[in-house]
């Protein structure tokens, strides 16, 4: 059986400095792993209170698709990363639904991946991922170094429908949907990320906030982030 699982919520900046004062001081999370070893672009993970994690990508040298991304709107929400337990299961799956690989990449045995474009996927990036552990890792923070942090609930996005977000994040990407007041919500398995869906036919698909937990009052700005461009909204 193909297994998925909701990995993280990436949002492209143009420099790690930018998400610390909201990643970090903000939230509470944790530094959990990254590179900035050479064009076109490197990043930086943060971990949070439920093992839920935020990921920062931010471009480096002179051309790339993330300097073209922020050049046509700024920072913010880039992409959902699912890792699956076979890509090459998750590409057959998504082109027998009618889903266009934009590009994959097979060069590293350890992290092989593909795309699906925003256009086609409800204005958000999907990252496929099959995933290995390598030789030489070594131990990356996890929830435990983190106890004082909030909770990344995931990203809430618009859909034009609910018959498109249905397809999509449970048909397609195999989360388990439940409603929470006129919105839909997706869960996978071993995640502590959700995708919720809010329906407005009038509104372009696409990321609206990343919704936040926590046990104390967040310092959270009431529109997006300074340098992030994305709103991080704390829920009761």
Excluded at 66 to 75: K, S
Aim: charged letters at 20%.
């Amino acid at each position: 059986m193909l297994k998925i699982k909701l990995d993280h919520v990436a949002i492209g900046a143009h420099a790690i400095a930018d998400a610390e004062p909201m990643l970090e001081v903000a939230l509470g999370g944790v530094k959990a792993g990254g590179h900035a070893s050479g064009p076109p672009f490197g990043f930086m993970q943060w971990v949070y209170a439920d093992g839920g994690r935020i990921e920062v990508i931010f471009p480096l040298g002179d051309d790339g698709f993330l300097h073209r991304f922020l050049a046509r709107g700024g920072p913010r929400v880039h992409h959902v990363t699912f890792k699956v337990s076979s890509l090459d299961a998750m590409i057959e799956r998504a082109t027998a639904m009618g889903y266009g690989i934009a590009s994959q990449d097979r060069s590293d045995p350890y992290w092989q991946e593909a795309f699906l474009h925003p256009k086609q996927a409800q204005g958000i990036v999907i990252q496929l991922v099959e995933a290995h552990e390598r030789p030489d890792d070594s131990h990356m923070p996890d929830a435990t170094e983190a106890p004082g942090a909030a909770c990344v609930s995931g990203p809430r996005l618009t859909s034009t429908s609910a018959e498109l977000a249905r397809r999509q994040w449970g048909e397609l990407m195999g989360g388990n949907e439940r409603r929470s007041g006129s919105a839909l919500v997706f869960a996978w398995p071993d995640s502590p990320l959700t995708i919720t869906v809010d329906m407005d036919a009038s509104e372009e698909p696409g990321p609206r906030c990343i919704e936040v937990t926590a046990p104390r009052a967040l310092a959270l700005p009431v529109g997006p982030a300074p340098k992030l461009g994305t709103r991080f909204v704390q829920r009761p």
